[in-house]
């Protein structure tokens, strides 16, 4: 039987951005498909990490404008975003081994 993930709202993965760092911003990293239907794994944006009302209003809704992006897959630390990278995580190694081996 295979597992059912539990989705996310932008709320609840924001704040586990919050609760996963001491700093007061960060970078949070979300994954897309590009018109060719190439997966990206690296893109994200910077926002501020509070529990400041305001602040997690205006980083909530730069999230939620990433989220309209054409070809948004997830944020890696979704739910989606972790079973992604665990199911994949050798292919991925694989890859960014060969990119680094040949850059000179």
């Known amino acids: 039987m295979e597992n059912k993930i539990i ?8 704040f586990k951005n919050v609760v996963n ?7 949070v ?3 897309y498909k590009d018109k060719s239907d ?3 794994i ?4 910077p ?9 997690v209003i205006e980083s909530i809704e730069r999230m939620e404008e990433v989220e309209k992006i054409n070809g948004f897959m997830f ?6 975003g972790e079973k992604f990278f665990n199911d994949n995580i050798k292919s991925i190694g694989k890859l ?4 680094i081996l040949k850059q000179k």
């Open 75 to 80: 944020w890696n630390l979704s739910p989606e």
């Open 38 to 40: 190439v997966i990206h």
């Open 21 to 27: 760092t001491d700093l007061p911003q960060g970078l």
């Open 29 to 31: 990293f979300y994954v």
């Open 7 to 14: 989705k996310m709202t932008t709320r609840e993965i924001y």
């Open 42 to 45: 690296g893109n994200s944006i």
């Open 96 to 99: 960014l081994t060969s990119v």
């Open 47 to 55: 926002l501020s990490l509070s529990t400041k009302e305001s602040i």
